[in-house]
């Protein structure tokens, strides 16, 4: 600095903002978030975080959240993302608030998912699955899982995830794998397992059985036809009316067709009966013009619904008809039709009776459904339930098994025996077209077209699945369990509750949220048929049980079982497929030879339906688990599920069920589900669209946090849309926030909370105003955390920090905080309050900036341990006091039209600062004006004078339309400007030995000398 340089700055006088308290703190105002998250978790490793938190939470109530397991294949995507950071929100603020909140992660580690990778891999090489050894197969599959449950672990860990990481439960352990097999053996025992044949989904791709919860349903383009049914017999007819006699109706019964619709022409061959319902009016119909070579000839009769007829016609390209006679429920029930292709094939010549069904509509279609009992669910209920009065009538009430595995045409469909529906696939293949020809060779087709419309796919192979009827394992869902009489309570009857009525009663008892998730899974529990626990696959736990040789009869024995689990324990289910399984566990109660070992697998479901029976109890110990050792007792304790939406008919119900069928109760108390991710529109995410958001690549740019942040702020209970765009507005969101945290830490960067305390009741009022804020907050933000409601804690804090402390209270204090002398008792109670509220704001956000909160933290106690082992700020009562902000309410509607005249005036230049003003202030209403008396209403408008007045003021006064009774008048300030404070005051030149501040920033001056601390 050169002579004239220093010559200059002298004469400007010294340089006060050496003298100022301000912010002083090392909390980087750039937050970056991808350095420093990593360091975070780092450091929670080396401390033990996870380890300490289970030590600080002993003897609490245990809330324990059950991690459903995700599928080991592939990395995580942002619906992962979502689903682990609710979970984490849940259960750190869970412990937060005063509970031992355990998480324990898991994995899913069998099923067609990744044997299906696997496959695609041998298929990649031209390798042929069915020529390696099972258990070889087997170990591939279990080192696939392996390999992506270490990777998965990584990515769950730095969304900043506290669980036992290094215990995790996994379905594929020995130890699980042998607690799955116990529990299965469990439903043998009670007699809810039973081998039955039922019409099941089924895919020809991936050759096994699904579960409702892997079917989702897409477009597809089907083939439709219309097929008339001939009348066979008629037993007694009703006449009413329509000038026929009984005789006349009969004869027309006698010659008339019954019309179906299906768009599935490939089940016909499978045809066994024809549906209608009581609640649709039908009648008689005759064409009487049709185009010639039409397949509805004219004078041909049908029977349709009356609502459906003109759709019906017009597919069938008639050009006139007349409707001849109504024909009634009584009617119809007394008609036996023919087969379609009885008249031209052999081994259709059988009767095909009428039932009246429930799940016949109108809605499409003529009226009348064609059933075939092994092609549906409605088919195979109305089929079976009129057992009794089929057998009674000589009709075979055998379901035949007319489809392969392959989806080809069995022998069953005579005719069409070889012909495919889907092939390997997953395309059509000629099986339609077959049967459509034969219908026009029988001239029972009269119209033919196509539809697009919703269809079953696999999850896994995104291609159409059939109903096809197939021998599978079942557990019943409606027969009474004995063994479960005393442990389900009163529920029941005949020898116990059925596991239905089990299930429906802990519905009720759990606590669901959203609520309606209660209504959702009712329905789905009681519409749902019996579970089918079988798969033909490779990879998974097997149905370890043995039935006698020819028949279904399961053979239950307690040695037996113990052998087969122990074997589990100590070399998994692997055991099972090894060579001389039937004599290693039978000898030497039973003969091998006298029984079949099933080599099924368990559904996948049935293996995460069972996790409650190895994480969440201690009847047993199960080495290399990390199990949560919690009896459900309906006590204090409690165990949460959480998951997405679509899990009501998945995870929830599938362990809903089988602890229902094993314990007599839900494995759980409380269930919380959310919606799924989409994009910035509102669109399903897909690589093709190019909208897919990686939460790998949020974090590389913006940090976890922000991702936690997000997921907070969502309301979850709905689908989450992000994009570029919201998450910006998060980053700028986080931003505003990390930097009042940071100005809180650079004002506490003066205060020493050793020193003397003022005290809380001699505060100023405006600090009681902030501690009142803090105790309103408390309630409602306990209340929040207590209701899962993290976006309503996120509204209500950003809104504090906003509204409340960075435009108004830090506003205020500024001044008071940065200029006022060391002794000075209002700031020592500003920085009393501010530390308050750093602690309170921090610690509310602990659970959901998890690395901010942390980074803050340490930053103000670098003693500390974790702010994660710290709980929810304890308020003290007496700083609620509502009389004090009713009036300061009234205090900050009069300041906020001083505030609105003041921005006029910095618009039009004729002040640069608010402290350049003195505004005149008239206060019409006596009631606000009481609540100014006493208020330094200048500091409070940050203005350097101010004067209050009664009355309405001039009529060009600047008012406002929400606030009624005051008026300002700008007014400039009058004096000199002081150098420190900038305060603009006639005193400024009072004091001799400061000449250039105000009296009060003089005596600053002095103290800060006398402390050594100036100049």
């Known amino acids: 600095m050169n002579e004239q340089t220093r010559a200059a700055k002298k004469a400007e006088g010294p340089d006060y903002s050496k003298s100022l308290y301000l912010p002083q703190t090392d909390f980087p105002m750039r937050a970056g978030l991808p350095q420093k998250e990593p360091e975070l978790l780092a450091r929670w490793r080396e401390i033990g975080l996870y380890q300490r938190q289970r030590e600080a939470g002993q003897g609490r109530a245990k809330f324990v959240l059950h991690d459903g397991p995700p599928y080991a294949n592939g990395n995580i995507h942002i619906g992962h993302a979502l689903n682990k950071i609710l979970k984490d929100l849940v259960t750190r603020s869970q412990q937060m608030a005063g509970k031992d909140s355990n998480y324990v992660p898991g994995w899913d580690c069998h099923g067609l998912p990744i044997e299906w990778k696997i496959e695609e891999e041998y298929r990649a090489k031209g390798k042929n699955k069915d020529e390696v050894p099972i258990i070889e197969f087997r170990r591939q599959c279990r080192a696939f899982a392996a390999h992506w449950v270490d990777v998965q ?366 209504n959702r899974i ?13 798969r033909q696959r490779a990879w998974g736990v097997p149905i370890a049980i043995f039935v006698r040789k020819g028949t279904s009869d399961i053979l239950v024995d307690a040695k037996v079982n113990a052998r087969i689990a122990e074997a589990f324990e100590q070399e998994g289910a692997d055991a099972w497929f090894a060579p001389d399984v039937a004599a290693r566990f039978l000898a030497p109660d039973y003969k091998p030879e006298d029984f079949d070992k099933i080599d099924d697998v368990l559904d996948v479901w049935f293996d995460s339906g069972s996790t409650h029976a190895f994480t969440l109890e201690d009847a047993t110990d199960f080495p290399g688990l990390s199990g949560i050792r919690r009896i459900r007792d309906g006590g204090r304790d409690a165990v949460m599920y959480l998951e997405g939406s679509d899990q009501h008919r998945g995870w929830f119900q599938s362990s809903l069920l089988e602890s229902s069928g094993t314990r007599g109760r839900a494995p759980f108390d409380i269930v919380l589900t ?148 060391p002794s000075s008792r209002k700031r020592r109670a500003a920085l009393e309050t501010i530390e308050q509220i750093f602690r309170a704001v921090t610690l509310w956000l602990a659970p959901i900036l998890a690395f901010t909160s942390e980074e803050a933290w340490l930053s103000r106690y670098p003693g500390a341990v974790s702010v994660h ?56 209403d006596a009631d606000l004006r009481g609540a100014l008396d006493g208020v330094d209403f200048a500091e409070v408008c940050i203005t350097s004078d101010i004067t209050v007045e009664a009355g309405e003021g001039p009529a060009d006064a600047f008012r406002l339309a929400d606030v009624s009774g005051v008026a300002v008048v700008p007014a400039r300030a009058e004096g000199r400007k002081c150098a420190r404070s900038w305060k603009i005051s006639p005193l400024v030149g009072s004091d001799v030995e400061f000449p250039d501040v105000t009296p009060r920033d003089a005596q600053a001056l002095r103290e800060l000398a006398a402390l050594g601390r100036w100049p």
């Not at 109903?467 to 029941?492: H, V, Y």
């Not at 009712?522 to 079988?534: E, H, K, L």
């Not at 994009?723 to 505003?736: A, C, D, H, N, S």
């Open 153 to 518: 672990r990584e990515e769950f860990k730095r969304l900043g995830v506290i669980g036992d990481w290094d215990h995790p439960y996994e379905t594929m352990t020995f130890p699980a794998e042998a607690q799955i097999a116990r529990e299965i053996m469990k439903f043998a025992a009670n007699g809810a397992l039973y081998r039955g044949s039922k019409p099941v989904m089924w895919s020809v791709v991936e050759k096994t059985a699904l579960a409702e919860a892997e079917v989702e349903y897409e477009d597809h383009v089907s083939d439709t036809v219309w097929v008339a049914f001939p009348v066979k017999s008629v037993g007694n007819v009703r006449v009413v009316g329509e000038g026929l006699s009984v005789g006349q109706k009969r004869a027309l019964l006698e010659e008339t067709k019954i019309v179906i619709w299906t768009t599935t022409p490939w089940t016909l061959p499978a045809n066994r009966a024809i549906s209608y319902s009581n609640k649709i009016a039908y009648s008689l119909y005759r064409v009487t013009a049709a185009p010639e070579n039409n397949w509805a000839k004219v004078g041909a009769t049908f029977i349709l619904a009356d609502a459906l007829v003109d759709s019906v016609f017009k597919a069938a390209k008639v050009e006139a008809y007349e409707k001849v006679a109504p024909v009634y429920a009584e009617d119809l029930q007394t008609l036996t039709a023919a087969h379609p292709l009885a008249r031209t094939l052999l081994g259709y010549d059988f009767d095909v009776p009428l039932f009246d069904g429930e799940h016949v509509t109108e809605d499409t279609g003529t009226g009348f459904v064609h059933t075939a009992p092994g092609h549906g669910r409605d088919d195979f209920d109305i089929w079976m339930a009129h057992g009794r009065e089929l057998a009674a009538r000589g009709i075979d009430t055998r379901i035949p098994y007319t489809v392969d595995a392959d989806g080809f045409l069995t022998k069953e469909a005579p005719g069409f025996t070889g012909k495919r529906v889907l092939d390997d696939k997953g395309n059509k293949g000629d099986a339609n077209e077959g049967v459509i020809k034969a219908l026009i060779d029988a001239g029972a087709l009269i119209a033919r077209g196509r539809l697009k419309h919703q269809y079953p796919h696999s999850w896994r192979s995104k291609k159409p699945l059939i109903f096809r009827n197939t021998p599978q394992w079942f557990i019943a869902l409606d027969k009474p369990i004995a063994s479960l009489t005393e442990s389900a309570g009163a529920r029941g009857s005949n020898g116990g509750p059925t596991l239905r009525e089990i299930a429906l009663d802990e519905i009720a008892r759990t606590q669901w949220f959203p609520a309606q998730g209660e």
């Open 522 to 534: 009712t329905s789905m529990v009681a519409g749902r048929p019996d579970w089918v626990v079988s």
């Open 674 to 821: 959310h919606g799924f991710t989409l994009d910035e529109n509102g669109r399903k995410m897909s690589k093709s669209l190019g909208n897919v958001v990686a939460p790998q690549t949020v974090i590389a740019q913006s940090g976890a946090d922000i991702l936690r942040f997000w997921v907070a702020a969502s309301d979850y209970s709905d689908d989450l849309r992000i994009g570029p765009e919201i998450l910006k507005t998060f980053v700028e969101t986080y931003r505003k926030l990390r930097n009042t945290i940071r100005w809180m830490l650079g004002s506490l960067g003066h205060y020493d909370a050793g020193a003397e305390k003022i005290g809380f009741a001699e505060f100023p009022e405006l600090e009681r105003l902030m501690l009142h804020r803090l105790a309103e907050l408390d309630a409602d933000i306990r209340e929040a955390y207590t209701r899962f409601d993290y976006k309503r804690v996120v509204a209500r804090l950003t809104a504090f920090l906003n509204t409340d402390l960075s435009a108004f209270y830090f506003d205020i204090r500024k001044d008071t905080l940065y200029c006022d002398p």
């Open 869 to 924: 082992l710290e709980g929810f700020p304890q308020i003290p009562a007496d700083w609620r006091d509502e009389a004090l902000a009713e009036k300061w309410e009234k205090v900050r509607r009069a300041r906020s039209v001083v505030t609105g005249a003041l921005e006029i005036e910095r618009g039009q230049k004729r002040i640069g600062s608010s402290l350049e003003a003195a505004p005149l202030v008239y206060v019409a």
